[in-house]
């Protein structure tokens, strides 16, 4: 991609792009970050997904828009790529976790400092994910199980309520809480490691 | 997710000289969107394998059926074979009422019913299809078009950028993740551990990865800026990708079978061949 100058008058900056550009650059590196961590879930063999820990990370490092584009960026790329076009609706998620995040940041309980506000906030985002998930599944995946983990339960829930509603909400509860408070627990200690060289927020006036 | 289907994205543009690769960018990624809504509106498992097959033919002719294959196998089969499971089993689906295969164990009986295979089988078919003709439009179309054509469709170029640069930077992360982890291997870190242990091994993984990351964007907003990516000017573009008479015949044939659907749809309804199965919504 090059540029071409415009035939009218000298470029006229106004206003500094160092920490826009920074911004931007940032949401690939979140998108491959949710990305590459499928890998070492892979290698380490746990039964979770974490693939919203970057974006809960871009949030809390660089702003709530960085975080939600990266997580969407994220899931339109698996769409277009490895899960078909109508799981790009899972990018509303992604969305959803970086709002949350932001609010939970910005009262002060995405930090390692204070454990017990950090495990709750973990909680709370895993909780009210459900809602959106449960959505999300009712129009793409028809309310099947689709994850082998929690099939089980899944499969208990049908049995004794006869609908793939409450399974579906039962088992995205079971899969949800502790995939998103172990993500936001990694997002907050590997935010807190940053050094303050690395910022990403522009200065306060 | 395996590494085999890691390895698609890692690969990226499959180089090869089909008839699917000549085609536009434009058109594939049509097709995909155009093929995934009419699976989504039908009911019918006749339907949906019918665009199974024609996907599936296309990714022979454009020579990527392995790659097809590998991931439906990882993706797909999963769903498949735990939904038959358990929708399509004894395990309470509210519609099932015909079985197909039921045997008495304990007093209780135990088997396949028809109506929770067929709602199984109906919604990973569509998966399977999106899936296909989602990869087909991806591995056949080369990168350097495909920033073409989100520009040309008026795609904002920095989301453009975003969009390309995360395909560019996922294969460069996985390779430093894999330096990462040898890394750690040699200084004792063990995957072979308790789960608890495990765990708290993504952090020595995260850590180094993120922080190299972060690094590497201060650089490559430097790079940026010094390619005037922030300045207010028209950009141009290196490839100026455009629509063939191949492309138009396959739009017309689009254009065509949406006609048939549609008068399937008025005459016939959701499930236009499957004799003796009810619409089924989810959860209802």
């Known amino acids: 991609m090059t540029s071409e100058t415009k035939a009218t008058g000298p470029t006229v900056v106004e206003r500094p792009a160092g920490f826009a550009i920074l911004q931007i650059v940032l949401i690939p590196v979140i998108a491959a970050l949710n990305y590459v961590t499928g890998v070492i879930i892979n290698i380490l063999k746990l039964p979770l997904f974490m693939d919203t820990w970057a974006t809960m990370f871009g949030t809390v490092v660089a702003g709530v828009w960085v975080g939600a584009a990266g997580g969407f960026l994220y899931n339109i790329i698996m769409a277009f790529t490895l899960w078909g076009l109508p799981a790009w609706v899972w990018g509303f998620i992604n969305v959803y976790i970086a709002i949350i995040t932001w609010v939970f940041w910005r009262i002060g309980w995405v930090t390692v400092k204070s454990p017990a506000k950090l495990v709750t906030a973990g909680i709370l985002v895993g909780v009210t994910n459900v809602v959106p998930v449960t959505i999300i599944s009712w129009g793409v995946f028809g309310l099947m199980p689709t994850y082998a983990g929690t099939a089980w339960i899944y499969a208990a829930v049908l049995a004794s309520t006869n609908d793939t509603l409450s399974a579906s909400v039962v088992s995205s509860i079971v899969a949800e809480i502790p995939d998103k408070l172990i993500s936001l627990i990694l997002a907050a200690v590997v935010a807190s490691r940053m050094p303050a060289r690395f910022t990403l927020r522009p200065p306060k006036a | ?68 294959a590998t991931v439906l196998l990882i993706i797909v ?77 008026r795609v904002p170029y920095k989301f453009a950028y975003a969009f390309l640069a995360t395909i560019q930077l996922i294969p ?113």
Do not use: C
């Open chain 2, 1 to 68: 997710m395996s590494s085999t289907a890691f390895g698609i994205l890692k690969s990226g543009y499959v180089a090869r000289n089909t008839l699917v690769h000549h085609l536009d960018g434009r058109t594939k990624f049509l097709f995909f969107l155009w093929i995934s809504l009419f699976n989504y509106i039908f009911y019918d498992l006749y339907v949906t394998i019918a665009s199974f097959a024609v996907v599936t033919l296309l990714a022979y002719v454009a020579r990527i059926q392995r790659f097809v």
């Open chain 2, 77 to 153: 089969l999963p769903i498949l074979l735990l939904g038959v499971g358990i929708i399509g089993g004894p395990f309470g689906f509210a519609h099932n009422k015909t079985p197909i295969a039921a045997m008495q164990l304990f007093g209780l009986t135990i088997g396949l019913y028809l109506e929770g295979t067929v709602y199984v089988s109906v919604w990973t078919s569509r998966l399977a299809v999106t899936i296909t003709a989602a990869i087909l439009a991806y591995v056949t179309t080369h990168p350097s078009d495909l920033a073409a054509i989100m520009l040309k469709s």
């Open chain 2, 172 to 284: 460069i992360l996985t390779n430093e993740i894999s330096t990462i982890y040898q890394a750690q291997v040699s200084r004792g870190l063990n995957v072979q551990t308790k789960l608890i242990d495990r765990f708290k091994s993504i952090v020595v993984l995260m850590i180094p990865l993120t922080l190299g990351a972060i690094n590497q964007t201060q650089i490559r907003a430097i790079a940026l800026e010094s390619r005037g990516f922030s300045a207010p000017v028209k950009k141009v573009m290196l490839r100026d990708p455009k629509l063939k008479a191949s492309d138009y015949s396959v739009m017309l044939i689009m254009i065509l079978m949406t006609g048939v659907f549609i008068y399937l749809i008025l005459t016939r309804g959701l499930v236009p061949f499957m004799v003796g199965i009810e619409y089924v919504r989810p959860g209802g």
